[in-house]
């Protein structure tokens, strides 16, 4: 049978009509940037000086504000939450790499430093659990690009704990905790005390000058200018600025001080980024969040909350978090939903149309439903600590939060001046026999670490990545020694480069807090 024409052309055009368009046209691009060490009131949108931040002030009037946004009170906790959606004790995350190399932290847990065969100290090696499926996996699973432009922290030695054995198909900047901004070496390599390189694109060592804040921006721009509209992409950018050490800001500081000048150098980094993603096409159809990964070192810059980084009072785990998606997500609003860090991973894979299946058991929520259209926030606990950290173990549930022995109403008390504990022992109890039974989820450290433990050999490498320390090229050994010529060549008893383990509820920070 003949079908007429017109018959035909209408159905075609009543299929195409219900067709799905092309999965790239679906699924939103992913630019997510991550600020180290800002505090609560550094930028102009949350009462610091405008003037130091005038793109992330444009960027949040343009966003959904998130005013209850919780990490975890430490950089590596933080990244590892967010890269697979559970909590970081889960892996024994919450304990940093190199803090398996420092005295004082291994104390805690009634660890001794490692030593190689010939009795040179050396640190016992941590990183990401290889078997958590990352973000960066889930999404490539769902035919995203995935980049990682900036700081890591998440294992530094081993290939399969670098990020490209993490689902990333593009890594640039550095693996450790802090990179002089300028010559990208680590200032120690604890239990060892010289420095060591750190900077790499696609794991290979990089000889580059400049700035890194400044060359995160470049990176980033390249890469969103070079992508296709046909093929979605994540690139994510975790900043060490304002990371100490800070050493010679590039610009701002014949008027501002080095913190506040490494701020606004931030601030135009920022504002370049989501520059790209205009200038390029992208914005309808990309989510740009910018958020930060635990507090500041100091009360002042976390006002009104109490404490600092490193520690689980409100200043060290409630941080600045702004989400744009025009058209999509509400602009220029304010949102007191509560949510951690580890919602990030649900809630994008959700909003790429993929699984999170292949995830082990996520502490993650997905808030697509909170952020696109107001919903109430389905969370209502966030587990900060648990036992076995160097910090407090702390829990919030509802507006309770327990933190060790001290009780506080968060919602009639946020900047916790006044402790209840005493008012509600019931509550106390309860909030303790939960965190007792989540912490004794932790795995045991030798399944983490290895029977018997990996070590860091050499003890003291040039440069990090195992393949790449290995065929390290003169040019870069050339450049370690001289900054290790100028290092302090020994330490008094009992001093180190490194703050000490936190002793309680708090953490005193001198300097730039390296």
Known sequence: MHLPFRFILATLTVLACFASPSAAAEQPNIVLMLSDDMGWADPGFQGGNADLTPNLDRLAGESLRLTQFYAHSVCAPTRCALMTGRYAFRNWMDWRSEDFGKPSY????????????????????????????????????SGYYTALIGKWHLGEWLPEQLPMGQGFDHQYGHYGWGIDYNNYTIPHNSPATFAVYDWHRNQQPLDEQGYSTDLFANEAVRLISERSKDVPFFIYVPFNAIHGPLEEIPRYTDTLDKRSAALKCLDDAVGRIVGAVDQHGFAENTIVVFANDNGGLTEEVNRPYRGTKNTTFEGGVRVACTMRWPGKIPAGKTSDAMMHVVDLLPTFVSLAGGSTKPCRPLDGMDMSQVILNGQPSPRTEIVYEVAGSVRLPTIRSGDFKLMGDMLYNIATDPTESTDIASKHPEIVARLKSQLDAIGKQRPPLQKVLGSPPRLMHPPQPFVYGQAENRDAPDWLKTRVMAVRSKQPQSWAPGETPWPQAPTGATIKYSGDGR
């Open 106 to 141: 291994l104390e805690k847990l009634g660890l001794e430093l490692a030593h190689t065969a010939d009795g040179t100290p050396t640190r016992m090696l941590h990183g990401l659990d290889t078997n958590e499926h990352t973000i960066a996996e889930a999404l490539k699973a």
